[in-house]
């Protein structure tokens, strides 16, 4: 503890010994008693007791530096690394013990107090350099506020430095920051042939290989390396600043995500395996997944089926983001989003079906790596519910199990329906009621299901007559003709006629909704979006075989399968050089035999009987069309003037 005599406090305050005898006694200081150079015990005032001017005033009479002291440029610690601010700190303890040490009442000559310190100073740490002119370099420095002065720079200068010559570097920036990424040694290569041919005097002065591959490492930010060498997408996924998502003011219902997923597990129907896919729509508010339909293949139709369902239990919701597939961005049901091109325009487009259920459609940028964050929940339900089954596949060669060829030779592999109501069971009633995971910090631990309940304030529903008007197809415009409108499914047309239809819109320009699980009518609009009629289908053979869309593209193709083998089989049954025309000689040869055999005379009497039945319609003789518009004006009273 650093103390000043009674004297040594009056002389600094410029007051008599006295005064300071008198603050003392009125308890203003508070003394301690140490022991002076004679070994005689004194009362003195520690230093810790005077205000910062009178401390610094104190350590300047004494010629210490006081660390407290702002030191000048300190603003250069933050350009400094870690090991060199430790060496700045260390040299300020240094100089500070220093100070004191030869400074203190019983040293007399300096000069050995100088040498006493500096081989205490190596017996402590043997391994620093120190010598009484560094001590006072140091001193100085300290004194001025150059901390770069307490740093011993000796070697670090050129220390892993080479100068490479601007333009030469340029140059091979020009080759390594290019999107055909060729490899570094040939960049360094290019460059000595490039600065060889065009300026040759740079030439020999070109480092060597490895001081390129230094410069890159600490001179070039990745997130330049990543926009040069792999483009703006890279740049956009792996460096650019993203969007944080906030779900803290979010309701339920206020979005959902949509997206499809290739369940990890065969599946079989007794005649062959594949897998199935989950077309789903999660809440983004509370995680719950609140649409689930599981198709053979994705599509916009499986995309309504999906949405329909979420919305008869959880209701409509406000907007649904979705990526660009065109499961999604079809023309009457999300609508085209990135897809639409200029040329599509000005054609008429009849109001998706997500436009008429008044939700708004949310497109992901296009490739966009940060938009599915939907993949999260898939990547749970292949975690939690894809692996429990014999018949997992995995997501890729790697996950692949190897019992998986045991389990598909032993039979072990679920059946379709019955794979499609437990998945149905375990997403519904399992994960949906797993705990919260999500970002806002309140909900942690809560169930998600209880999540979605407690922040859904508003529900919009629809009666079912509703939804399933809103959720109709759509076709594209087309004119009514004689035969009335038309569907193509699965390759067959499907005529729709009646003769309101046809008296009233021929040749003008509709468009039709339909339900795809019955065909056997659709509904008539005109291009302003006015309902205007409803037709039924002129195809009964087709509608007596089934009347949904699925069935009708499952009839043309066993029809189309039949028609295949009955041409094998003719094609087996005949001879190859008989056809219609072997028949057909066969036919008049026949007739002319019958001709030539037939000498039979009638034997009856022949009775001919006139005709006297009359025309249905009359030949209408010419019409004087000016003498019956005078008559017609003459019997309602008028006057008729030539």
């Known amino acids: 503890m650093e103390t000043l005599t009674l004297q040594e406090l009056a002389e600094l305050k410029g007051c008599h010994r006295v005064r300071i005898q008198q603050l003392v006694t009125e308890g203003f200081y508070k003394s301690v008693q140490v022991k002076n150079s004679r070994g ?79 081989t205490k100073m190596k017996l402590e740490h043997p391994e620093l350099n120190i010598s009484t002119s560094i001590l006072y370099r140091k001193f100085k420095a300290l004194k001025n506020g150059d901390l770069e002065g307490l740093i011993d720079k000796r070697g670090k200068a050129k220390k892993g430095y080479t100068k490479i010559d601007e333009h030469v570097w340029q140059v091979f920036l020009s080759f390594l920051l290019d999107q055909a990424k060729h490899p570094l040694r040939k960049c360094y290569q290019y460059t000595q042939l490039y600065i060889q041919n065009k300026a040759p005097e740079l030439y020999e002065d070109i480092p060597a290989y490895c001081t390129f591959t230094r410069h890159v490492k600490s001179d070039i930010p990745d997130a330049i390396l990543t926009l040069g060498r792999d483009g703006d997408k890279a740049f956009d996924d792996r460096c650019a600043p993203y969007i944080r998502r906030t779900y803290d003011n979010m309701d339920s219902n206020d979005y959902w995500i949509g997206d499809n997923h290739t369940i990890d597990v065969i599946v079989g129907d007794g005649e062959k395996t594949f897998r199935l896919y989950l077309t789903a729509f999660m809440d983004a508010r509370s995680g719950i997944m609140t649409c689930i339909y599981i198709t053979d293949t994705p599509s916009s139709q499986a995309s309504i089926y999906s949405l329909r369902r979420g919305i008869k239990k959880y209701g409509i919701p406000k907007n649904v983001y979705l990526d660009n597939g065109r499961e999604f961005l079809t023309f009457d049901f999300g609508g085209s989003g990135h897809r639409k091109k200029k040329k599509d325009e000005d054609k008429f487009t009849p109001p998706p079906i997500l436009e008429r259920l008044g939700i708004n459609m949310v497109n992901a940028l296009v490739r966009n790596a940060k938009a599915k964050i939907i993949e999260r929940r898939f990547l749970d339900f292949k975690n939690s519910i894809s692996r429990l089954f014999a018949t997992y596949t995995g997501g890729n060669v790697v996950e692949k199990p190897e019992i998986l060829k045991v389990e598909l030779k032993n039979g072990n592999i679920p059946e379709k329906q019955a794979f499609i109501k437990e998945i149905e069971e375990l997403i519904e009633y399992y994960l949906n009621y797993e705990e919260y995971n999500g970002a806002v910090a309140a909900d942690k631990g809560k169930r998600k299901i209880d999540v979605y309940q407690e922040n859904l304030h508003t529900k919009t529903t629809a009666t079912e007559e509703q939804l399933n008007l809103m959720m109709l197809r759509s076709t594209r415009a087309q004119k009514v003709t004689r035969r009335g409108v038309s569907l193509k499914i699965g390759g067959t047309q499907l005529d729709y006629f009646n003769n309101e239809l046809i008296m009233q819109m021929l040749n003008k320009k509709v468009y039709l909704r339909y339900d795809p699980d019955d065909l056997s009518k659709v509904r008539v609009y005109d291009l302003d979006d006015r309902f205007i009629m409803e037709v039924e289908s002129d195809n009964v053979a087709v509608l007596e075989y089934g009347a949904s869309k699925d069935e009708v593209k499952l009839a043309m193709a066993k029809t189309r399968e039949l028609k295949k083998v009955a041409k094998e089989a003719i094609k087996d049954s005949i001879i190859a050089n008989i056809d219609r025309n072997t028949a057909l000689e066969l036919l008049l040869k026949s007739a002319k035999d019958n001709k030539d055999s037939d000498v039979s005379k009638p034997n009856y009497d022949l009775e001919i009987l006139n005709a006297d039945e009359k025309p249905m319609l009359y030949k209408v003789h010419d019409v004087d069309l000016d003498k019956m518009n005078i008559n017609s004006i003459k019997r309602q009273g008028g006057d008729y003037y030539a």
Request: glycine share 2%.
């Open 40 to 118: 005689r015990l004194v009362h003195a005032i520690p230093l810790d007791q005077l205000t910062e001017e009178e401390q610094q005033k104190y350590y300047q009479s004494k010629g210490i530096l006081n660390t407290k002291i702002e030191v000048q440029n300190a603003e250069k610690l933050e350009l400094m690394s870690t090991e060199e601010r430790e060496e700045c700190v260390f040299w300020e303890n240094v100089i500070n013990e220093w100070q004191s040490f030869r400074n203190k009442e019983n040293a007399r000559n300096k000069s050995e107090v100088d040498e006493l310190f500096i």
